[in-house]
């Protein structure tokens, strides 16, 4: 700790920080640009110039850059000096010389952080009457939009793309006053993290053109607190809207999490939200076959007779569905006729990953904590397709041997090029096995490309060189020893070793294996950690809530237990092979489908009820470490559309079995009594009796306008906004908005002369960088490890002819981000994959159309040479172009 003076007040700071973060972290206003919380200092821009005196009898001091100064012991500083405030009215009017006057047609504005900078430091006119440079834009693809002319210089789009997120397409071209910051040519960007450009870029340079397609300002926003549900891992998300339409989706700091940073899936993938061809209103199948339209008092009647007349009632829940949603449809059909909607082998691996998690609920690592982990083992996972954010924080974590190299040379860690440059290409350890390579190779020590059993085989290996007393792999082979032992001796040495393992292949015997590894080297390291991924946004809450799969649901179809089917929010498509979900639904008497896009399954409904997504929906999420998150409803649809679990009060009730709760509230309650592994999910938010000095927190920011020009052509009068009566959110500019307000409620960020929502948020952060005051949202359901657990057994289940195992993409594997626009433009097209000798073993060679039958579902693609497969293994693309249904790996005969 250090004692330093700033502007006369003394505080106690972290000795270890810049000036700049402490500053910022007491409060003071001072104006950056090159500096970022994650990627530190370089003192490029000059825009943060303070004062600083030798001691108490200097009287004239010196004028240093607050980011490159470290906060030495009896430190004295002063921002509002007259003279720092001087050079940095300068310097901000230097690096606007060339920036256009364009503000109120740009769509950084209202939310700028360079207009912010500007006010903050002082330059109000300008006085620069010559030419300005001029540049051609790019196209960037269908994300991200650019606008070169704005560029002030500042490094920080290269700094975080190259440096941080290790992208190699976007560079600083020219020098002097042409530097240019784009790609070699047009087209969108490589990495999977370029979308976070649009908030590191303090200008409007890079920008969202998803939101530029139907553009309004931030303050005419209405804002939510979100959960990104494209994966597992529980991403916090801000997403905006007017007038019931999804405009975008923005970062939401939480400190344990994504922190500053997002996906471009979890970013873009939201277009769903606003296609036409959603169901709107319920829908009936007719005689000749065709869903039609009916009103809600004559859906009513028809649902009820339904149920009258129904000869057994099953339910299918939803992965990706709230817990909310997925207990109301259980108590619908009774929690014996519930199913948790995932295939066997994603259920299996699902609550292997349960019993994982709860095995070690001590040391599940967060995705921040990730990042300290100084060395990995990764067993299955191609992180960067299934849980991409977590690629973004083991990047990070390789380069833990820079600061301990930095460190051993006095370097303090926000010294963000010396650091680099010290540590070159001395990256701490991370060692993966993996069906095929993945886009994490490029930070792997000699990455192993292994069938899903033999990945299972080096997972217990491990686990029994790092402990002799966990079960043994026979007969491996000298290489395969050799590595074992280099990666067991490897993670005991060092200081906090990380083991990551997933559900994407479907086989639970690599979970048991992950868990055998981490219990193994635990006993050596007590700061050991297990981080586990699972497919969807809500699967490990499934897990949790019923084992039994989807299977259950079709097999009483198919040996008349039951004739009607009720589905939240799921496809069965996506879930079975076709022919059986086919043969399913023709025996089925009813399938009624609670859902908000337009799958396969509700085109062969009989009856469709348009539920609302979760821009129009409240409902909590359990993430992949069994932390508890509430989402909060964006806007009210246009009824009759309505939350999944009102659907499904509402069924039961005409169905004879009216549930007793009224609310969120009521139906929280209900489901911690019936189900108390969920105890604790009250407590992700607070209720909606909750009042901070009697008010309630605004959805939109305090400059809210136009409410009643929105609604002019039909009424004049100021309309009463919507009164919320799930949760504590206000459906207006109204309320207490501020850094006492509980931060699972903060719906945007906005700060007194802090507009953008990377700056802004510091304002609500304990301290710069860190956690948000008042503690990170969510509650962790696995607060201890249950009984001590013993070592699995090393069971795997081999197959020796031709397997099958999939192959995921970001963009197209995860079926409600396929449905954005987007998203769509950026799929990859369907290919089989083989290596050479496979494809000489089938006869075929690149490019050649080649039909494969899996689950009796058979498609034909190209085929595409992947030497990194092993032998006799196809890789098949899932999740796109129809390819949903098929259960992988599984053994197959080309």
Request: hydrophobic share 40%; net charge negative; charged share 25%.
């Amino acid at each position: 700790m250090a004692t330093i003076t700033i502007d006369g007040k003394e505080f106690d700071v972290d000795d270890t920080e810049n000036l700049l973060a402490v500053a910022l972290s007491k409060g003071f206003d001072l104006p950056y640009f090159c500096w970022h919380p994650e990627l530190h200092s370089v003192g490029a821009c000059r825009q943060c110039a303070v004062k600083s005196y030798r001691n108490d009898e200097d009287d004239k001091g010196m004028l240093v850059m607050a980011c490159m100064t470290p906060c030495s012991d009896g430190g004295r500083f002063e921002i509002d000096d007259e003279e720092a405030a001087e050079m940095r009215r300068q310097v901000i009017e230097w690096l606007m010389t060339n920036h256009p006057h364009d503000c109120p047609v740009c769509e950084e504005g209202g939310e700028c952080h360079l207009q912010d900078m500007t006010l903050m430091a002082g330059h109000t006119q300008r006085r620069y009457r010559g030419p300005k440079r001029t540049h051609k834009n790019q196209d960037l693809g269908p994300f991200i939009n650019h606008e070169m002319n704005r560029c002030i210089a500042c490094y920080r789009c290269v700094r975080y793309y190259r440096d941080y997120a290790d992208g190699d397409d976007l560079r600083a071209l020219g020098s002097h006053n042409n530097v240019y910051f784009g790609r070699e040519s047009d087209g969108a960007f490589d990495n999977e993290f370029s979308g976070n450009l649009v908030e590191v870029c303090p200008t409007g340079v890079f920008t969202d053109k998803t939101l530029g397609a139907h553009y309004n300002r931030k303050w005419d926003m209405q804002n939510a607190p979100g959960i990104c549900n494209h994966c597992s891992l529980g991403c916090n998300t801000s997403p905006g809207s007017r007038q019931g339409v999804l405009k975008r989706i923005q970062n939401r700091y939480h400190g344990e999490i994504n922190h500053y940073f997002l996906c471009d899936r979890g970013r873009f993938g939201a277009g769903f939200v606003n296609r036409d061809d959603r169901p709107r209103q319920p829908l009936v199948r007719n005689a000749d076959g065709v869903l039609e339209p009916r009103e809600m008092d004559v859906m009513r009647d028809t649902m009820e007779e339904v149920f009258a007349q129904a000869n057994g009632v099953v339910g299918v829940g939803s992965p990706r569905a709230s817990l909310e949603d997925n207990f109301a449809l259980r108590h619908l059909v009774g929690a014996d006729n519930f199913t948790n909607g995932m295939a066997p082998a994603d259920s299996a691996a699902s609550v292997a990953a349960r019993d994982a998690i709860a095995a070690n609920a001590d040391r599940l690592a967060t995705l921040r904590e990730v990042e300290s982990c100084d060395a990995v083992l990764i067993l299955g996972e191609d992180v960067t397709q299934t849980a991409p954010r977590l690629a973004l924080s083991l990047r990070q974590s390789r380069r833990n041997k820079h600061l301990e190299h930095a460190a051993a040379n006095k370097i303090p860690k926000w010294h963000a090029r010396a650091v680099r440059d010290i540590g070159q290409y001395n990256n701490s350890p991370i060692f993966s096995a993996t069906t095929s390579a993945t886009r994490l190779d490029d930070i792997v020590m000699t990455p192993q490309r292994l069938r899903p059993a033999a990945i299972a085989e080096l997972g217990f290996a491990v686990a029994h060189a790092l402990d002799n007393t966990a079960p043994k792999v026979e007969q491996l082979d000298a290489d395969t020893q050799a590595l074992v032992d280099a990666i067991a001796e490897t993670l005991k040495g060092a200081k906090k070793p990380l083991i990551v393992a997933g559900t994407s292949l479907g086989d639970p015997a690599i979970l048991k294996a992950a868990a055998n590894a981490t219990k193994a080297l635990a006993a050596a390291n007590e700061a050991t950690r297990l981080f586990v991924t699972l497919a969807e946004a809500n699967s490990l809450g499934m897990a949790m809530m019923e084992e039994r799969d989807i299977d259950h649901a079709l097999t009483a179809v198919e040996d008349g237990s039951a004739d009607t089917l009720v589905v939240m929010q799921n496809c069965l498509y996506e879930r079975a092979p076709k022919a059986r979900v086919d043969a399913v639904i023709k025996k089925a008497k009813n399938v009624v489908v609670l859902d908000h896009s337009m799958t396969r399954t509700v085109g062969e409904a009989t009856h469709v009820l348009p539920s609302g997504s979760f821009a129009e929906s409240d409902g909590t999420l359990v993430n992949n470490e069994g932390r508890a998150q509430r989402f909060f409803q964006l806007f009210i649809p246009d009824a009759p559309m309505q939350e999944g679990w009102r659907w499904a009060a509402d069924l039961a009730e005409v169905a004879g079995n009216k549930p007793e709760w009224l609310g969120m509230d009521d139906l929280i309650k209900t489901i911690v009594a019936d189900c108390p592994q969920f105890a604790g999910i009250e407590d992700a938010a607070p209720s909606q009796s909750f009042r901070k000095f009697g008010m309630r927190f605004p959805r939109s920011p305090h400059r809210f306008s136009g409410r009643t020009a929105m609604y002019a052509n039909v009424d004049v009068r100021e309309r009463r906004p919507e009164v919320d009566p799930d949760s504590p959110l206000a459906y207006s500019m109204e309320g207490y908005y501020g850094e006492q307000q509980p931060p699972s409620t903060i719906a945007y960020a906005w700060s007194p002369g802090w507009d953008s929502n990377q700056a802004a948020i510091t304002r609500f952060q304990d301290e710069v960088g860190g956690h948000l005051k008042g503690g990170d949202p969510g509650i962790r359901l696995f607060a201890a490890p249950g009984a001590a657990a013993e070592f699995w057994a090393a069971e795997v289940t081999a197959v020796d002819g031709w397997q099958a195992v999939p192959v995921y993409h970001i963009f197209g594997s995860e079926s409600q981000s396929a449905r954005a626009p987007a998203i769509a433009e950026r799929m990859p097209k369907p290919e089989y994959r083989v290596n050479a000798e496979a494809a000489k073993a089938l006869g075929v060679t690149a490019g050649d159309s080649f039909e494969l039958a899996v689950n009796g579902e058979t498609h034909a693609f190209p085929l595409a040479i992947d030497p990194s497969l092993p032998d006799r293994t196809i890789g098949v693309p899932v999740g796109m172009h129809g390819v949903c249904g098929l259960r992988l790996p599984v053994e197959v005969k080309p």
